[in-house]
């Protein structure tokens, strides 16, 4: 069965510093989407950026980009530039493509943002 | 579109009582869930479904039915509440796998605070 872990419960940046989150994963498939997630004090889950397994290029929106280490399973996500609004909690997610409908989430880390 | 929407925000129930959390899609999903979201645990799937007409069980489905009688609307019931399932009840939607879909994401509803004492 895949996991994903967040071993990061929480962590701090200073405003318009760069933060990065880190996210392993455990897996015996080779074809499967990774996403982020950000979940603010409104409680409302957004989808930050995803990732191709397939795809060797990391994926980048914006201010936002990741590391992804596939022989390592790992997919971090930096934060650049960082800003108030980005005081969230960062859920990492592993999706795999053979059929299962299901997404695995991590257990978060809690990102404060500092003036 | 209003997206995913939850019904109730929040609820208070006791011990033993029962109740239905409705959740609505106006994106033509397909695929609809149900997750609990409880400090350090992240978000554990309770049930789910592919379908109009077909649920399935997630990874903690014990405590909880679900129906889903029409394709845009998914509805979660606690038969007689306990205390530990006081959480964070949040309805998630997607397309399906596969084809122009590949690596779609789920896309959630706000969220219901869920109390039982």
């Known amino acids: 069965a895949q996991t994903v872990t967040q071993s990061q419960p929480e962590m701090s940046v200073q405003e318009a510093e760069t933060v990065t989150l880190s996210c392993t994963y455990d897996?015996?498939?080779?074809?499967?989407?990774l996403f982020w997630y950000k979940q603010p004090p409104s409680r409302q889950m957004i989808l930050v950026i995803r990732?191709?397994?397939?795809?060797?290029q990391n994926a980048t929106e914006n201010r936002f980009s990741v590391n992804f280490q596939k022989a390592a399973k790992s997919f971090s996500l930096k934060i650049s530039d960082s800003q108030l609004g980005d005081a969230a909690m960062y859920f990492c997610?592993?999706?795999?493509?053979?059929?299962?409908?299901?997404?695995?989430f991590g257990t978060g880390t809690r990102l404060k943002v500092l003036a | 579109n209003a997206g995913v929407t939850q019904t109730p925000k929040f609820r208070v129930l006791k011990t033993g009582q029962s109740m239905t959390l409705l959740c609505a899609q106006d994106?033509?999903?397909?695929?609809m869930y149900w997750y609990r979201q409880d400090p350090g645990m992240g978000l554990r799937l309770i049930h789910y479904?592919?379908?109009?007409?077909?649920?399935a069980k997630g990874e903690v489905p014990d405590g909880y039915n679900v129906s889903r009688l029409k394709k845009q609307n998914f509805l979660l019931g606690l038969e007689s509440a306990a205390p530990s399932q006081t959480s964070v009840y949040f309805c998630?939607?997607?397309?399906?796998?596969?084809?122009?879909?590949?690596?779609?994401?789920?896309?959630f509803g706000p969220g219901t605070r869920l109390t039982v004492l």
């Open positions: 998630a939607s997607s397309t399906p796998w596969g084809g122009p879909f590949r690596g779609n994401e789920q896309f």
């Open positions: 897996t015996s498939e080779s074809d499967y989407y």
């Open positions: 990732q191709e397994a397939y795809k060797q």
């Open positions: 997610a592993y999706r795999s493509t053979s059929g299962t409908y299901k997404y695995i």
């Open positions: 994106m033509n999903h397909e695929y």
């Open positions: 479904s592919v379908g109009e007409g077909t649920t």
